[in-house]
């Protein structure tokens, strides 16, 4: 019986080896790019959510650089993976998107968007054009000049205005409900004020676990995320019924569009458009909320770059009839320095490591193959982060940006995206980042009081925050008053 059983276990070792080496040197027809493959379904995954303690890339792809080259194969939670930090390749893989590769995040959307009788890639193409389309239409160029922009510095004012009465502030987290709040507004009515349900509560602790080891058992921190991903869409999904079985509860938004456009768009259902709107809600939620405490970060660090920033807006203010005025389209347009400070927050913030693509076929680059089916993260940070193109580059220098060439900036710099993938918020990041500094310098001073450290986990975390102390300038009855009717010339003040 011994005999049998220690057989058993060597049959069972020996064929466990076979899984590991067949797992560990995938066979392919040509040349993988060197690398790891980790272990079979964990892969790399631990040391790919380690965090990293800077702004700088993310250890895991840094040590993989500098020990593989720029190229190089992994797998993360069971699914192999290139990793490109080579800006050339990412930008041919980019602009061969349709034909090479595919968008990877949108795969889990597929069950909902199948079109009987289309491929997958036709199916991924319509619902992107269509969210890109929606979103342009209600937070691009034109609704952003026609309409948000005063909305938008009237939403700045207020927060600010609390804030400055509250004692220091969580800057990251005050932010975060300040977006989401303003953006579910917009994208479906929501009353954050009278609502019973706190959904940016519910975004807060699904972002606290969004980057662990994605093991969907109860008593996981994945687990908890999912939990909330779960009661998130049946809020949304509750809400659009409720517009679609009354309809004098239309209001002409985001989701009455998306309501109109299902009886032409085949792929427009009840679950299709939960998913869009918990999607926009998700990415407005982090991204700008984190390139604003970057920017306070870096702004408490650096007073010279506050100084002239205020010089900037002062002098904007000075040359209006009436210095308490909204701002105006020409005004934002005409911010110089300040597009220079949120460039280079953007450069440096990164705060995603890549972008995701999937090959449809089998293709080469640079002598390696990429098989089909494979994922690929182009880390375009690389490029933001290159100490040949950027000097000293996880430094905060927003006047660099005065010596770059716009061949220069093309090529290394893509905050949002790159090829038929660009993120269609881009202005809307852009405006709300300009107008905030705006309203900061013009009416508050703050106070850095605590934190400051940063980590990737490979996205970025504020550890235990940054609090922020504001008060508002001496500008008499200013501060008071509704924004349109302040009559006090600001130069007297300031």
Known sequence: MWAIGLVGVALAVIYCSHLIMKWKNPKIDGVLPPGSMGWPL???????????RSLDLHPFVKKRMQKHGPIFKTSLVGRPIIVSTDNEINKYILQHEGTL?????????????????????????????????????HFGVESLKESLLPKIEDLLHTNLSKWATQGPV?????????????TASKIFGYDAENSKE????????????????????????????????????????????????????????????????????????????????????????????????????????????????????????????????????????????????????????????????????????????????????LVTPAAQLNPETFKDPVTFNPWRWKDLDQVTISKNFMPFGGGTRQCAGAEYSKLVSSTFLHVLVTRFRFTKVKGGDVSRTPIISFGDGIQIKFTAKNLRSFSSLPLEVHVHDLRTFL
């Open 101 to 137: 590769v595919e968008l990877w995040y949108l795969d889990s959307f597929a069950k909902f968007f199948a079109l009987e009788g289309e491929t997958t890639l036709n199916v991924i193409g319509k619902v992107h054009r269509y969210m890109r389309g929606i979103t342009l239409n």
């Open 170 to 182: 969580d800057i990251k987290h005050v932010i975060s409900v300040m977006v989401f709040n303003f």
């Open 198 to 377: 706190k959904l940016s509560d519910n975004y807060t602790t699904m972002m606290n676990n969004f980057i662990s080891l994605p093991l969907n058992i109860p008593g996981t921190s994945f687990h908890q995320c999912m939990q909330d991903r779960e009661k998130m869409l049946k809020m949304l999904k509750d809400t659009l019924m409720e517009r679609l079985n009354d309809p004098s509860k239309r209001r002409g938004d985001f989701l009455d569009q998306a309501i109109d456009d299902m009886e032409t768009e085949k792929f427009l259902t009840v679950d299709s458009i939960t998913q869009l709107l918990f999607g926009i809600l998700f990415a407005s939620f982090e991204s700008i909320s984190t390139i604003l405490t970057l920017t306070f970060k870096f702004l408490s660090e650096n007073t010279r770059v506050v100084e002239e920033l205020a010089a900037e807006h002062d002098a904007i203010v000075r040359k209006r009839e009436n210095p308490n005025s909204r701002l105006t389209w020409e005004e934002y347009k005409s911010m110089t320095f300040t597009q220079l400070v949120v460039n280079e927050t953007l450069r440096i913030s990164n705060n995603l490591p890549g972008l995701f693509r999937k090959a449809l076929k089998d293709f080469q680059v640079k002598g390696y193959t990429v098989p089909a089916g494979w994922t690929i993260l």
């Open 42 to 52: 964990i892969g790399e995954t631990l040391q790919f959510i380690a965090p990293g």
